[in-house]
């Protein structure tokens, strides 16, 4: 079945992903230059058999293969999130943020979105770049970045769902050509 | 050096399965994201004893890959018996170089002492934890502490304080100094001694904490602030080293740990050893290890 | 430390006091007499490793030189790197082949009581004479007194499965096919987890513990003090689904002991909505033939659901925080591992504590002063 599939995992992939996702999240807002990190990858590393993972239709199609061996509900019960920039906007209020006494379950969410880059590229304004500042642990001072694909009206959302910590979420954005940042639910997002 | 195999003696390359590091993984990260948080895990048995450091070693070993060169210090000391034993297991388990030189090791794991050395970013430093929870002093319920943590009631754990500086005149806490991390979360940072503390504030190196037997995760990310709890009239104060150097090296700015002489008197030594000989100018030796 | 592992070698193989003549046996039969002869500690280790696997168990022992902590550590280390792959159906303990199946609450039940092999009511002499005992020759003998009866036993009906048909024993709180959670897989959440996860966590406690957590509840420190509906022990098929055809198949047989404790103490019965008073259930089993613990698991089930109860066995975080062998063993030993800079720590402050202490009085008077 399934499980046996998920036997197969090639240990040093997963392991390279999860270190890429952890040095990431360690220091949020600074990008990482493209490694192996993807979302079959993703789910691999960070789902082990049982976790609750929901897929967009338009991030499922993005994606080569689908790992087997987790379950595939809806947003609302879902460990793990997978959707793309320009959809994430929408759906963020669906997004578990966990409770006061576990924290733990709001959900991780990877966020397709095209391009990320440490400065902003001359045709900003006209494709719909955003840029961000990144404050709070594990920066030193104030990270900035800019990313393409990303719905303009998601960092208020994100803002909201993240008012109350322990309770959030926390985000992996991952552009096409690999890179990625990490914006745990205590970073702090500024335009 | 050869590619590494995926299968060697029956175990995957850490000797882990991948249910077991993913749950790791994704506690880890959770921790990150929530500092000072204790992440509940899953946590299955390694051959490594409970209460000899098994939460550590399930973080390195998930955590570890062939490009890692890794330390393993207890109490400060790289030979130590557990120390050795843990080296011997991540060893044989990965093929990995292991160091004793704090300063080039990608992943250190260490019982009751941070390395002196400055850490840099990139470095992990995974602390053994027995206790993950502050607030079991006084509180045996993990119920009760979990709800005490979640609306950052923190009332008894002060008046404790309050109560050891009426009786004593201080706050009579050695090792397991409580901290409040990013004004949130009150930490326990394992039997480090206090010394060690301000070494973990605003570092730009991760710190992860594996209590294996309790089954909790938690972390202080880089560049977080921890605060020693304590009062203004009474702060947090590290451990009184006046006076005292180390009889090796001579270093004052290091944690010295006792010995007993004959004569009942102390004799002071530097608890980090890697950290000593280097300052004597001794090379700190790598050992490649083969997989078994 | 390796000459440590060496030592232990040294004297598993030639014995602290044995003379140099004497050859050691070889440790694949020691292994099969392990098995053979210690059944008993074989399904001890079993249970409390969680891992139904005999000769794993037997090697486990042999390793551990008679330590049954230790084994149950090795033998659940080794589960915890072995990949699951599937979860068998729910055994049916209908299906049992019975051993020996008896039953407290009633002088006879459906089917019939069978003693079977016990060693409840033997004389507890020391018998000197297996020394000279010759298999054989006693084989033949037992073979010819037990007679040759092998018709199978009649159907024997669950007696708390007929308890509750008739509503005296409360039903099954939540849906029959919910899922279990496994706590090798999930962490356990307090202050109530589920019942299959309650179970789990009991069914690998260690022995000790548990029989005497079980005796204090039964003392008077408790409120549970059950009668046994039903015991039974024997071989039970393990059915899964096949993979590829669906259908389900037999993968063998493990040996297992169940236990229903039905509950009537005073403070314990209740009445629910529609069937007036119920009794209520405890339940335990373990691997091989394992009575002691079994009851003692189906006495603990019942202490720590009822949220009322005030002895150390009703306390659902002492209980399960602490019956675990593998981690109270562990942690228990760990205090030989080296503490000095924590005792270093402890004598700081006693230091600083007395300083403040020997001052004298005009110092502590400036101290207090500035305080203000």
Known sequence: ?191 | ?292 | MLAAEAMLDFIRLSGLNTPEEDAAPITQEVITSVLRCQRMAVGRVMSEAGLYAPRLAAVALVQAEGDAIEASFILRSFRASVPRIDAARPVDSADMRVLRRISSAFKDVPGGQYLGPTRDYTLRFLREALEHEIPGARLAEVIAELGGDDAPLPPLPRVVALLREIGVVRGLEGPADAEPVDITMQPLRFPKPPRSARLQALARGETGMMNGLAYSSLRGYGHVHPTLGEMRVGHVPLKVQHPQWGIEVDIGEVLLTECDAIVSGVGMISAVEGSGIQLDLGFGAAFGQQEARSIAMAILDACISNPDGEGPADDIEFVLYHIDGVESSGFVEHLKQPHYMLFASVMDRITAANEGRNAKPAEIAQSEEVAQ
């Open chain 1, 1 to 191: 079945m399934s499980l046996v599939s998920h036997l197969k995992a090639d240990p040093f992939q997963t392991q390279q992903t999860a270190r890429e996702v952890i040095a990431a999240m360690s220091y949020p807002g600074r990008i990482l230059a493209p490694g192996l990190l993807t979302p079959a990858l993703f789910v691999r590393s960070f789902g082990p058999v049982g976790t609750r993972i929901s897929m967009t239709t338009q991030a499922r199609a993005m994606i080569d293969e689908v790992p087997l061996g987790q379950r595939h509900t809806s947003i609302p019960e879902a460990g793990l999130v997978v959707a793309t920039g320009s959809e994430i906007g929408a759906l963020s209020d669906e997004i578990p943020r966990g409770s006061l006494s576990h924290p733990e379950e709001g959900a991780l969410v990877l966020i397709l979105v095209d391009v990320l880059d440490a400065g902003l590229p001359p045709d900003a304004a006209q494709n719909g770049t955003l840029r961000f500042s990144v404050t709070g642990p594990g920066v030193n001072g104030a990270r900035g970045f800019t990313v393409r694909g990303l719905t303009d009206n998601w960092a208020a959302r994100r803002a909201q769902a993240n008012a109350e910590f322990p309770m959030g979420y926390d985000c992996v954005l991952l552009a096409r050509d690999g890179a990625a940042i990490g914006l745990p639910r205590l970073a702090r997002l500024e335009q």
């Open chain 2, 1 to 292: 050096m050869n590619a590494p195999m995926a299968q060697s003696g029956g175990h995957p390359y850490a000797y882990l399965d991948e249910f077991m590091k993913a749950s790791v993984r994704v506690a880890v990260l959770k921790a990150i994201c929530i500092p000072g948080y204790q992440v509940p895990y899953v946590s299955e048995e390694v051959p490594i004893a409970r209460g000899y450091g098994s939460g550590g070693l399930q973080i390195t070993l998930s955590l570890i890959g062939p490009d890692d060169i890794f330390k393993i210090i207890d109490e400060g000391d790289d030979e130590t018996v557990n120390a050795v034993n843990l080296r011997r297991m991540v060893g044989e388990v990965t093929g990995n170089t292991a160091t004793y030189d704090a300063t080039r090791a990608t992943l250190i794991q260490s019982r009751h002492k941070v390395p002196e050395a400055p850490l840099s970013e990139g470095q992990i430093v995974v602390l053994q934890s027995a206790f993950p929870d502050a607030l079991r002093f006084f509180e045996r319920s993990e119920a009760v502490s979990r709800r005490m943590h979640a609306e950052k009631d923190y009332g008894k754990l002060w008046l404790r304080l309050y109560e050891s500086v009426i009786d004593h005149g201080e706050i009579m806490i050695g090792g397991r100094y409580p901290v409040m991390v990013e004004d949130r979360y009150v930490l326990d940072p394992t039997h480090v001694p206090r010394w060690d503390l301000p070494l973990m504030d605003n570092s730009p190196a991760l710190f992860l904490f594996g209590a294996g037997r309790e089954k909790r995760i938690y972390a202080v990310p880089p560049y977080t602030k921890i605060e020693p709890l304590g009062f203004e009239d009474h702060p947090f104060r590290v451990e009184n080293q006046t006076g005292k150097t180390c009889r090796l090296c001579g270093s004052g700015e290091s944690y010295l740990a006792p010995i007993l002489t004959a004569s009942g008197a102390y004799d002071w030594f530097c608890s980090d050893t890697s950290f000593c000989r280097a300052r004597r100018g001794e090379h700190l030796e790598d050992t490649q290890w083969q997989r078994q």
